[in-house]
């Protein structure tokens, strides 16, 4: 039985800066994603969305792995979001459990679409959070315009708001591989069937639709917010020349008198 465990560690992780640091052998490397292959069973795969995968390493082992990597870690993590999985070679078929998977074939490939799912998952976790966090702001500040009639939100802070909601559809959009399949799996149809069955084990498809189903809630009233604001500045401003208007009028009627 090979342990698989996936940690979200960080933001990011700077991928060409590890790259030129650490020597073991790489398998598969790009901008976004570094794969190695430390011994034939043990496997370490880095993404930039800043997620590290282990496939057979000790604790010992990825510790040390983790310490090597926190200089190019971007806004690193107190507390580290993981998930462990099992992977059970040379299965009469292929079986998709809770947290484990018997494989038909084992290989280097079939290693590595396990350890993209497993890190894919474990970065939908981390997501969700993120627009869990989102969506409760959004609700505290419809609560407070249901109680209140006012929104209790300035501009800056609508604009910081705004920010943090598109940051992180960009994020997801630009790091889940949720809909797309490595390459390799369009070769080998072994390898397609086991990538399909991880991505429905884990149930990624879902669990990403309805993390963008909060974002589009969260926008759907920023709009409405970034609405009432301008209304509210609009209404200020018309205040400010009414007042300007009124102080004009009284100056010239004081003249007129003393006149």
Same mark, same amino acid.
Request: negative net charge.
């Given at each position: 039985m090979?342990?698989v465990?996936?940690?979200?560690?960080?933001d990011?992780i700077d991928? #060409?800066?590890?790259r %030129?640091? &650490?020597t073991?052998?790489?398998?598969?490397?790009?901008?976004?994603?570094l &794969?190695y292959?430390v011994d034939?069973?043990k /496997?370490?795969?880095?993404? =930039?969305?800043?997620?590290?995968c282990?496939?057979?390493?000790s604790?010992?082992e990825?510790?040390?792995?983790l310490?090597l990597?926190?200089p /190019?870690? #971007?806004?690193?993590?107190?507390k580290r979001?993981?998930e462990d999985?099992?992977v059970?070679?040379?299965a009469?078929? $292929?079986r998709f459990?809770?947290?484990?998977?018997?494989?038909?074939?084992?290989g280097i490939?079939?290693f590595?679409?396990?350890?993209?799912?497993v890190s894919q998952s474990?970065?939908l976790d981390f997501?969700?959070?993120?627009?869990d966090?989102?969506?409760?702001?959004t609700?505290? +500040?419809?609560?407070?315009?249901? @109680?209140n009639?006012?929104?209790g939100?300035g501009? =800056?802070?609508?604009?910081?708001y !705004?920010g #943090?909601?598109? %940051?992180l =559809?960009?994020?997801i959009?630009?790091n889940? +591989?949720? /809909?797309?399949?490595p $390459?390799?799996?369009w070769? $080998?149809?072994y390898l397609?069937?086991?990538?399909?069955?991880? =991505? #429905? %084990?884990?149930?990624?498809?879902?669990r990403y639709?309805?993390i963008?189903e909060d974002?589009?809630i969260? @926008?759907? %009233?920023?709009?409405l917010?970034k $609405?009432?604001?301008?209304y509210?500045n609009?209404n200020?401003?018309e205040w400010?020349?009414i007042?300007? !208007?009124?102080?004009?009028?009284v100056n010239?009627? !004081?003249?007129k008198? !003393?006149?």
């Amino acid at each position: 039985m090979l342990p698989v465990v996936a940690y979200q560690v960080a933001d990011s992780i700077d991928i #060409r800066g590890f790259r %030129n640091a &650490f020597t073991a052998p790489l398998h598969h490397g790009d901008a976004d994603e570094l &794969f190695y292959v430390v011994d034939p069973e043990k /496997f370490i795969y880095v993404f =930039k969305y800043g997620i590290a995968c282990f496939l057979n390493q000790s604790e010992l082992e990825v510790s040390a792995f983790l310490q090597l990597l926190s200089p /190019f870690c #971007r806004n690193p993590f107190g507390k580290r979001l993981s998930e462990d999985f099992e992977v059970e070679q040379h299965a009469t078929a $292929d079986r998709f459990g809770y947290n484990k998977i018997e494989v038909m074939n084992p290989g280097i490939e079939a290693f590595r679409l396990i350890m993209l799912n497993v890190s894919q998952s474990v970065a939908l976790d981390f997501y969700n959070e993120q627009a869990d966090i989102l969506l409760k702001e959004t609700n505290h +500040y419809t609560q407070s315009l249901e @109680k209140n009639g006012t929104l209790g939100l300035g501009g =800056k802070s609508l604009k910081q708001y !705004i920010g #943090r909601t598109l %940051n992180l =559809k960009n994020r997801i959009a630009e790091n889940l +591989y949720i /809909f797309d399949s490595p $390459d390799e799996t369009w070769e $080998d149809e072994y390898l397609n069937s086991l990538d399909q069955g991880l =991505k #429905r %084990n884990f149930d990624l498809q879902s669990r990403y639709r309805s993390i963008q189903e909060d974002l589009a809630i969260v @926008k759907e %009233n920023l709009e409405l917010f970034k $609405d009432l604001l301008q209304y509210r500045n609009s209404n200020m401003l018309e205040w400010i020349i009414i007042i300007l !208007i009124l102080v004009e009028v009284v100056n010239i009627f !004081i003249e007129k008198v !003393i006149r």
